[in-house]
C-alpha cells in the first residue's frame, strides 16, 4: 500500500485553511445549532486575527523546531523561486502577489462613504425624572371606590365606557339585545360576575377582576386606534407604517423593552415621545409622538394596561418597595 | 493518514449538514384541516376574535370597530361572506385554507398583520387560527349552506400542472398577454395603476385605488408567482378586479403571472446617496440622460402619524432620489408613483385641523373618507426634500419631522399647481417644528431651478441649487460631508395637504470626495515593495542553486 505523502508547506497551508473556514464558518453554523436562533453568529473580526495570529505562531514554532524540519518546509518554496515548478507560474504568482499588496492597500486608504455611525441608548435614564420612578398605573389596582361604582354601574347596566367605543358597543347591544351591557366581553372573570350580579351576591375580588376586563377592551381599543400603525397589533413593532422609520418602532415582545422599565417610565415615554429623549437615544430619529399633546392621562394609562397585556409582560417593580 | 482523511471527509459531511438545515419555514398552509366547529371552538375563537379583530373588524364584524374608520382599505365586513382573497371562482366563498393563510399571513399594505405565532411572538397558534377563523365564518350564513361551500361543489381553482419556469422567455410572453387581456386600461402600460383617468368605486361605494403593481410591500395577498396567478384567476370579489378564468388559458395566465412578478420594483438598501461629480452644466430636466449614471436610492416613506393630523393612508410611499454635482450647484432628480397628475390647489377645502389637535379629542387620526376630500381636482401633488440648515455635529441633527425650535430645517418644496402655471416650482422654506407651517423665504432667496414632468404614473422632479449660497438660512453643501436629508411627498387626489402626508426620516446625501493623492502613492510603493521583495527573493534562490551547483 503506498502511502500519500504531503510535504510540509502543504500540510501548513492546509492547516492554515482548515482553521480559518473552522473559524470563519465553522463556528458561526454551530452557533445556530446552539442557541437555535434563526441566523448564525459570527467570530468577531478580532478574536479572528487572534485565531489565526496564534495558529501562524504555532506552525512557525512547529516548522523551525528543527532544521529539518525548516528545510522540508522550504524546499518546495526554493524550488519554486528557481523556477522548478515551470517559469510561466512563477513569473504569475511573483507578479500577482505585488499586484494584490497594493490592491489592498488601496482598499485600506481610498476613502469610503459610510453612514456615521449613531449609538443609541433604548431606554436612557440621564433626564428621567424621578418622581415618575415609583407611579403606578391606577387601573391595574383600582381603588375599592372605582371598584364598588363599577358594581353600581353593572348593577343598573348602565356601564361608562370611553367615547370612541360606545358606538361599537350600542350597535351590538341594539343587534343583539343583551341581558346585560357587559355580555360583550366573553371572558371567564366577566362570565363570573355577570353570574354573581345575577345571584345578587357580588365579592370584590370577581367586581375587580370584570373591571380590569372592561379597562383593558378600552385600553386595546385606544391601542388599536393610536399606537397600532407603528407598534402593530400583535404589538410586535411592525404596523403598517413602521418599514418606512430607520428606527423601528419598538416591539414590545422583545425582552428588553417594556418588560425592563417601571411603569412609571412607559409613562414618561409616552407622554413624551422623541422629542423629550435625551440626546444619547437619538431623539431626531424617533418617529414616538408626545401623546401628551393628543391623549389624556386616562387614555394613556389604559392604553399602557392593554400594551402589557397584549405583550404578555408585567413591568419591573421600583426599587425600594 | 487514511486515518486522518475518514477524519476530514466526516467534519466536511458535519459542515454540509449543519449548512443546509435551515430555520424551519413558518407555516401558511395548516398542518391539519379545520376542526369540527364544535360549541367549545367557537366560544375559544369568540373570545381571541373579542380580543384581537374586534377594535377593527367590530364586535357584530361588520368590519366597523372603533379603528375602522381610519383605515383604507377598510377592514372586512364578515357578515357579507365576501372575501377579497381565494382560491375558489369568481363569487364563491373562500375555501378554510384561504381564511388560514389570511390570518396568518395578514394583508400587506393593509392593517391587517400576520397573526401566526411562528412570526410573532404573540401571534396565534394554528388552534387558535382556527378557532377564530371558525367564529368568524358564524357571521355570514352563507357559510352554513352546504351547496355554497366551493370545496364540496368543485369551484377550487388549482394552480395549472404545467407551470412554465419563470424566465426571460414567459415573462416576454407574459407581456403579449398583458397588452392582449387590456390589463393596461386599469393597471397602467407599465402596471403603476395609472390606467384610468378617474376614480373607480368598490361595492361599498369607497374609491378603489387600483394596484401599482411594481410596489411588492403593496400587494395584499402574496408576491410569489403562485399568488398572483390565483388573483386573476379568481378575481378580486367587491372590486372591479375581473376573474380571467375564461378569458385568457392556464398557460397564458401563468405567463401573465411571470410578467406581473418581473415588474416588482428591488429596493435599494443604501442610506447614504452618493452625489456624483459631473463636468459642464447640469441637468434641468428629469430626462435628461446625465440622469442615467447618478447613483440612486430609495427612500421608503410612510403616513405622517407622529402629529395630528395623523394619516395612516399614505399614497406615496417611495421616492427614488438621484443627485450630481459641479463646482457650482448640485442637482436632485426625484421620482415618484402617483397615478393621478393633481395641479389644482383648492385651499377652501384644505381640513381645520383644530377639532382632532386638542388633548382628549375623539382620535386624532384622519378619517379614511368624510374628513379630507379624496377627489381629483381638489389638492395639488408636492414633494419637498429637507436638510438640516446647520451642518451636524457628530451625529446630532434636528428631528426629522421638521426640526426643532433650536435646530432649524431647510425644505425645498416643490409643488404642482406652481409649475404647472410656469412660475418658480420650488420654493426653499424652513421649519422650527411642526407646530408652525413651513416659512417660505423672500423672493429674492429663491435659488430652487428645475423642471418636472408626469408621464406613465410617475412624478420626476429636478432640483437644483448653488452648493453654496451664503445666505444663514440655507443649507451648504461641502465635499466629503455627510449631510441628512429626508423627504415629505403629498398625493393630492389622495387628500393629502399640510401635514396629512407621507414621510421618511433621515437618510444622507454624501459629495463624493477626491481620492487624495497620497492614496495612489502608498499603493505603489506598496506595489513596488512586494515586487522587489519577490525578485530579491528569487534572485537569491537562483544564486544559491548556483553556488551549490559550483561547489558540486
Known amino acids: 500500500m503506498k502511502k500519500l505523502k504531503i510535504g510540509s508547506f502543504l500540510s501548513m497551508v492546509i492547516t492554515l485553511v482548515l482553521v480559518y473556514a473552522l473559524v470563519k464558518w465553522g463556528i458561526p453554523a454551530v452557533s445556530r445549532e446552539v442557541t437555535t436562533l434563526p441566523f448564525p453568529l459570527p467570530v468577531p473580526g478580532a478574536l479572528m486575527f487572534i485565531y489565526m495570529v496564534l495558529t501562524i505562531i504555532a506552525l512557525f514554532l512547529f516548522v523551525t523546531f528543527s532544521d529539518e524540519g525548516l528545510s522540508d518546509f522550504l524546499r518546495p518554496v526554493r524550488k519554486f523561486l528557481r523556477g522548478g515548478y515551470g517559469k510561466i507560474p512563477r513569473t504569475v504568482i511573483l507578479a500577482a ?16 462613504a459610510e453612514v456615521p455611525a449613531s449609538l443609541r441608548i433604548q431606554h436612557p435614564s440621564s433626564n428621567f425624572p424621578r418622581s415618575f420612578e415609583t407611579k403606578e398605573n391606577p387601573f391595574t389596582n383600582p381603588t375599592d371606590a372605582d371598584v364598588s361604582a363599577f358594581v353600581e354601574q353593572a348593577k343598573a347596566n348602565e356601564i361608562e365606557f370611553v367615547p370612541q367605543v360606545r358606538e361599537d358597543v350600542e350597535r351590538w347591544m341594539e343587534e343583539t339585545d343583551p341581558g346585560h351591557v357587559l355580555e360583550f366581553v366573553p371572558v371567564e372573570p366577566m362570565k363570573k360576575f355577570l353570574a354573581q350580579l345575577k345571584s345578587g351576591k357580588v365579592d370584590a375580588e370577581t367586581a375587580k377582576a370584570a373591571l380590569m376586563e372592561k379597562n383593558l377592551f378600552e385600553g386595546r381599543a385606544l391601542y388599536s386606534m393610536n399606537c397600532r400603525a407603528c407598534h402593530g397589533d400583535s404589538v ?3 404596523g403598517p407604517m413602521a418599514d418606512g422609520f430607520k428606527l423601528r418602532p419598538l416591539n414590545f415582545n422583545d425582552n428588553g423593552t417594556i418588560e425592563t422599565i417601571v411603569v412609571g417610565y412607559t409613562f414618561w415615554r409616552v407622554a413624551n415621545g422623541g422629542p423629550g429623549l435625551p440626546p444619547e437615544a437619538t431623539p431626531w430619529d424617533s418617529a414616538m409622538p408626545e401623546w401628551k399633546l393628543s391623549l389624556t392621562e386616562e387614555e394613556r394609562w389604559k392604553i399602557i394596561l392593554a400594551e402589557y397585556d397584549l405583550a404578555q409582560k408585567t413591568p419591573r417593580i421600583p426599587e425600594g418597595h | 493518514m487514511r486515518t486522518a482523511h475518514k477524519m476530514l471527509a466526516a467534519a466536511i459531511a458535519a459542515f454540509a449538514v449543519l449548512w443546509m438545515s435551515g430555520p424551519v419555514m413558518a407555516a401558511e398552509t395548516p398542518s391539519k384541516p379545520m376542526p369540527e366547529a364544535t360549541e367549545e371552538l367557537l366560544e375559544k375563537g369568540r373570545a381571541i376574535y373579542f380580543r384581537r379583530c374586534s377594535f377593527c373588524h367590530g364586535l357584530l364584524g361588520d368590519g366597523e370597530g372603533p379603528a375602522a374608520k381610519y383605515l383604507d382599505p377598510r377592514p372586512r365586513d364578515f357578515t357579507l361572506g365576501t372575501y377579497k382573497f381565494r382560491t375558489t371562482q369568481s363569487g364563491e366563498l373562500p375555501t378554510d385554507e384561504d381564511l388560514f393563510r389570511t390570518v396568518s399571513r395578514g394583508l400587506p399594505g393593509t392593517a391587517m398583520q400576520s397573526f401566526d405565532r411562528d412570526l410573532i411572538k404573540n401571534g396565534l397558534s394554528e388552534a387558535d387560527r382556527w378557532a377564530v377563523i371558525g367564529y368568524i365564518k358564524t357571521f355570514a350564513p352563507e357559510f352554513d349552506d352546504p351547496e355554497l361551500d366551493p370545496v364540496k361543489t368543485g369551484k377550487v381553482v388549482a394552480l395549472p400542472a404545467n407551470r412554465a419556469p419563470y424566465n426571460d422567455e414567459t415573462i416576454a410572453r407574459g407581456k403579449e398577454v398583458f397588452e392582449r387581456a387590456k390589463c393596461w386600461s386599469c393597471h397602467g402600460k407599465l402596471g403603476r395603476g395609472d390606467g384610468n383617468k378617474e376614480f373607480r368605486k368598490d361595492d361599498w361605494g369607497f374609491p378603489i385605488r387600483i394596484r401599482n403593481v411594481t410596489h411588492p410591500w403593496k400587494i395584499k395577498a402574496g408576491t410569489d408567482v403562485e399568488n398572483i396567478y390565483m388573483r386573476f384567476t379568481t378575481g378580486i370579489s367587491g372590486t372591479p378586479m375581473p376573474s380571467f378564468i375564461k378569458t385568457l388559458s392556464e398557460g397564458d395566465r401563468w405567463d401573465l403571472a411571470n410578467y406581473i412578478k418581473s415588474l416588482q420594483h428591488k429596493l435599494t438598501t443604501n442610506q447614504a446617496l452618493k452625489a456624483k461629480p459631473v463636468q459642464g452644466e447640469l441637468p434641468e430636466s428629469p430626462e435628461d440622460a446625465a440622469w442615467d449614471a447618478a447613483e440612486s436610492m430609495d427612500m421608503r416613506l410612510t403616513g405622517q402619524v407622529v402629529a395630528p393630523p395623523r394619516w395612516q393612508n399614505p399614497s406615496i410611499e417611495m421616492v427614488t432620489v438621484k443627485a450630481l454635482f459641479n463646482d457650482k450647484d448640485i442637482a436632485f432628480r426625484l421620482t415618484w408613483d402617483d397615478p393621478f397628475k393633481d395641479v ?3 385651499k377652501s ?6 377639532e382632532i389637535s386638542k388633548v382628549g379629542g375623539f382620535n386624532s387620526y384622519v378619517e379614511a373618507n368624510g374628513m379630507v376630500s379624496r377627489e381629483l381636482e381638489t389638492f395639488r401633488d408636492s414633494v419637498a426634500l429637507q436638510f438640516p440648515v446647520k451642518p451636524p455635529q457628530g451625529t446630532k441633527k434636528p428631528h426629522f419631522f421638521r426640526g426643532s425650535s433650536s435646530d432649524q430645517v431647510q425644505l425645498w418644496v416643490w409643488k404642482a399647481d406652481l409649475a404647472e402655471a410656469g412660475k418658480r416650482g420650488t420654493q426653499e422654506g424652513n421649519a422650527r417644528g411642526w407646530k408652525q407651517p413651513i416659512k417660505i423665504q423672500a423672493e429674492d432667496s429663491q435659488q430652487v431651478s ?14 437644483k441649487r448653488p452648493l453654496v449660497t451664503g445666505e444663514k438660512n440655507d443649507v451648504r453643501f461641502e465635499r466629503g460631508v455627510f449631510i441628512p ?12 395637504h399640510g401635514l396629512i402626508m407621507s414621510l421618511s426620516t433621515w437618510h444622507y446625501v454624501t459629495l463624493e470626495a477626491p481620492t487624495p493623492i497620497s492614496v495612489y502613492i502608498y499603493a505603489i510603493l506598496a506595489f513596488l515593495i512586494a515586487g522587489g521583495a519577490g525578485v530579491w527573493l528569487m534572485r537569491r534562490a537562483e544564486n544559491e542553486e548556483e553556488t551549490a551547483e559550483a561547489k558540486a
Do not use: C
Open chain 1, 97 to 112: 502577489v505585488p499586484v494584490l499588496v497594493g490592491w489592498q492597500v488601496y482598499e485600506i486608504k481610498v476613502p469610503k
Open chain 1, 236 to 238: 410586535a413593532g411592525d
Open chain 2, 344 to 346: 389644482v390647489h383648492d
Open chain 2, 349 to 354: 377645502k384644505e381640513f381645520k385641523t383644530a
Open chain 2, 450 to 463: 428645475g423642471k418636472a414632468k408626469w408621464d406613465q404614473g410617475r412624478w420626476s422632479v429636478v432640483m
Open chain 2, 485 to 496: 436629508m429626508s423627504a415629505n411627498a403629498w398625493d393630492g387626489s389622495n387628500g393629502e
